[in-house]
T-cell receptor, first 114, second 119 residues
Framework: DAMVIQNPRYQVTQFGKPVTLSCSQT?????MYWYQQKSSQAPKLLFHYYDKDFNNEADTPDNFQSRRPNTSFCFLDIRSPGLGDAAMYLCATSRDLGSNQPQHFGDGTRLSIL | AQKITQTQPGMFVQEKEAVTLDCTYD???????LFWYKQPSSGEMIFLIY??????QNATEGRYSLNFQKARKSANLVISASQLGDSAMYFCAMREGRGWDQAGTALIFGKGTTLSVSS
């Protein structure tokens, strides 16, 4: 009964070849987030959606885009992956943005760049 | 300045012993939430426990408890009766504010502490 599902678990792509990571949720939460986590580092927020409202972090590169076609799904698009984009990508959800709301994470997608 | 500080890069404990993982935080917002997450080597981030800034009592969830000392701005995680399956990276995190039009809605993570439990 997984609640936040990320596909695939492992993704390999070529340098410069666009790639899309997917996330779905069964929690009916309003907010969906994408984090990037490099080895031995804390997760870093890239952006989040509150319902259909997109909120980009100031230092998220333009190479990273996101789509949320409906409540359940959210996609992370990397337009031209570079070697520095190899990382674990974590999707998370929360009911809303209140400071008392925990975020529930998926299992992550580990992205490798050849 | 770091918002969340975890000073212990690694901790070692034997099975059945208790262990405390340290976390201090920095915020001027009176309303905030503190969270602990566990990340095993497989990569998933598992929510463990939450403490709100206005909560009067320390949070507990099974073998996990949070030693919240507001004046010292610390929120240490205590794991009682450690098990081999507790071996993982543990992250302390904070959310500031309440409401989407306020700054600081992002979950701010510390650098993590790696816990190793031995038999």
């Amino acid at each position: 009964d997984a609640m936040v599902i990320q596909n695939p678990r492992y993704q390999v792509t070529q340098f410069g070849k666009p790639v899309t990571l997917s996330c779905s949720q069964t929690l009916n939460h309003n907010v969906m987030y994408w984090y990037q986590q490099k080895s031995s580092q804390a997760p870093k927020l890239l952006f989040h959606y509150y319902d259909k409202d997109f909120n980009n972090e100031a230092d998220t590169p333009d190479n990273f885009q996101s789509r949320r076609p409906n409540t359940s799904f959210c996609f992370l698009d990397i337009r031209s992956p570079g070697l520095g984009d190899a990382a674990m990508y974590l999707c998370a959800t929360s009911r809303d943005l209140g400071s008392n709301q925990p975020q529930h994470f998926g299992d992550g997608t580990r992205l490798s760049i050849l | 300045a770091q918002k969340i500080t975890q000073t212990q890069p690694g901790m070692f404990v034997q099975e059945k012993e208790a262990v405390t993982l340290d976390c201090t935080y920095d915020t001027s917002d009176p309303s905030y939430g503190l969270f602990w997450y566990k990340q095993p080597s497989s990569g998933e981030m598992i929510f463990l426990i939450y403490q709100g800034s206005y909560d009067q009592q320390n949070a507990t969830e099974g073998r996990y408890s949070l030693n919240f000392q507001k004046a010292r701005k610390s929120a240490n995680l205590v794991i009682s009766a450690s098990q081999l399956g507790d071996s993982a990276m543990y992250f302390c995190a904070m959310r500031e504010g309440r409401g989407w039009d306020q700054a600081g809605t992002a979950l701010i993570f510390g650098k993590g502490t790696t816990l190793s439990v031995s038999s």
